[in-house]
């Protein structure tokens, strides 16, 4: 009875429960589209970030990240080279065999990041075949290297040029060599563009004295949501006192610190958007029980109590509320689905901006359940803090006075 | 039997400085089977008494005892409970909850008193006979005239089976060819089952069909006449 009374009570005034449910439908759609595109963009900008090299983790012996050094490598032993054994192919793990060493050409010279690299795997994650900008992209048995753009302008090299490394290996071994340059990449990041050098892996072990040895498992993953889940796993299968594991929160705090920052700005928003509506959904239920004050005395004079009576204001308000918020999630459901498939792309100059940090220039929306729960449970608990005043009201109904109006 | 006895009622409005005194003193016994009108000019505290005496309002002095209870003894969820088991209520206009039809107003409080469903589908078909709506019970108050909303509140009133019916103008808004109608009904049922009706009234039409009129003025009784 009292569903039957509530349902039936809010479409007598059908105006103004499509303008209370529609101001809750465009709530929770404008919450929920704006998170969408926040999330999207955050999701896609971890993804480009630790794509120009750290990946989504990286698992080094323990110490490694706070002091690295060629002397604290690991072996790469089977069970390092056959965890990808343990996932499906959501994860990679591509080894690195990292290190400092002193680059010259002719008569200049430049400190550089070494990297010894599984040309294959590699492809996963930095995909340095697509930032060639000039010679071929190297295979796990070449005797040659791959430079940056800004290293190799800065030593004067091109294609074909040999280039010498100086550096020292594992345990104190002097490590020397010279490759010629095969190809030269250009990364998005002017820091790394200018300071990298990268060859096969096999000849990295070679040049630095450490057979059989690299310093870095980098993980990269389809979907980093994932990334917890896979931490949790891998520690339970390699001996976390013996090896860590470093996630990209960990490498890259600032990128985090960011994504906080802009999410808080995005939630002060969304406070104010609630704010606002929050007040126009009260003033139409105060309108409501204004104008049934008369019927609430009648109610509760021929012998209704008066919680029964907030059980079906308190069921109309609830109902009026569900019907905004399955609407909004309903009409945000193809709406972010649309722009997830077919995310945002930027035209014209704003392209440039985006190319200059080596990102697509495109925001996709983010499909993430939480945000549709999220902020329908966001728009629920301000409605219901909302129907605590008629609830008062009803609460507090004197027949008498209601009746004579 | 007495079912209604109010003792030395009084009821006080405090306006600022003058006091307002509504209902001056009222002594009055009420029997069961009684159809007895309440008059007297507007103002002389014909609702304010009637009020008190369905326990929608408190006096300021004196008791009221229905059916041997002292209503004052009641808590207020007591009070609620009191009112939906023994009183009927009739208002002068709007009494009826405008989305349910006429037989789910009927029905909604035996809903309150938690009444089987056997029962309140006879018992509705039976009061909206009683009041000669038996073919509109699918109908929306707001697609009945007036009179026939009244007549709706009346089954109502008596769906919950009270001691009495407490009904203040109900005729007030009513054109007379409904005033009559409702007049007939309500004297029927008294004869016929014995209910007992207190009613407040302006109108002279009703006040020659009541058996015991009691005239109030400036909140005390002035006379009270049983006829026949
Ligand atoms: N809540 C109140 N506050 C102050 N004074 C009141 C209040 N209610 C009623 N009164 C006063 O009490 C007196 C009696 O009012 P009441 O409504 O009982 O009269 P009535 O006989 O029902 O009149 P009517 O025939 O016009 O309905 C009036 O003088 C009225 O102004
Ligand atoms: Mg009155």
Redesign the pocket.
Known sequence: MYLKLAWRNIWRNKRRTFITAGSILFAVFFAIGMRSMQFGTYDKSIENIVGFYTGYAQIHKLGYHDDPSINKCIEYTETLQNLSNNFGDEVTFIPRLESFALASYDIANKGVMLVGIDPEKEQTLTKLNKKLIDGDYITASDKSVILTEGLAEYLKLKVNDTIVFISQGYHGVSAAGKYPVKGIVKFASPDLNQRLAFFPLKEAQWFYGADNMISTITLSLKEHKQLDYIIAKLEGIINTEEYEIIDWKTMIPEILQQIELDSKAGLIILFILYMIIGFGIFGTILMMTTERRYEFGILVAIGMKRYKLSIIVWLEVLMMAILGIIGGILISIPVTYYFHINPIEFTGEAVKAFEKFGVEPIIPFSMDPTIYIGQAIMVFIMTVLISIYPLYVVSNIKP??AM?G | MIIIKTENVK?I?Q?TEVH?H??NGVDLEIEQGEFTAIV??????????LNMVGGLDTPTEGKIVIDNTDIADLKSNELIDFRLNNIGFVFQSYNLIPVLTAKENVEFIMLLQNRSKEERDDRVKELLEAVGLGDRADNKPSELSGGQQQRVAVARALASKPKFVLA??PTANLDSKSTENLLDMMAELNKNENITFLF?T?DQRVINRARRVIT?ED?KIISDETKG
Do not use: I, N, Q
Not at chain 2, 40 to 49: E, H, L, V, Y
């Open positions: 008498v006075a004579r | 009821k409005y306006e307002v509504a209902v007297g000019p507007s103002g002389s505290g014909k609702t304010t008494f203040d103008e407040s302006h109030l909140g």
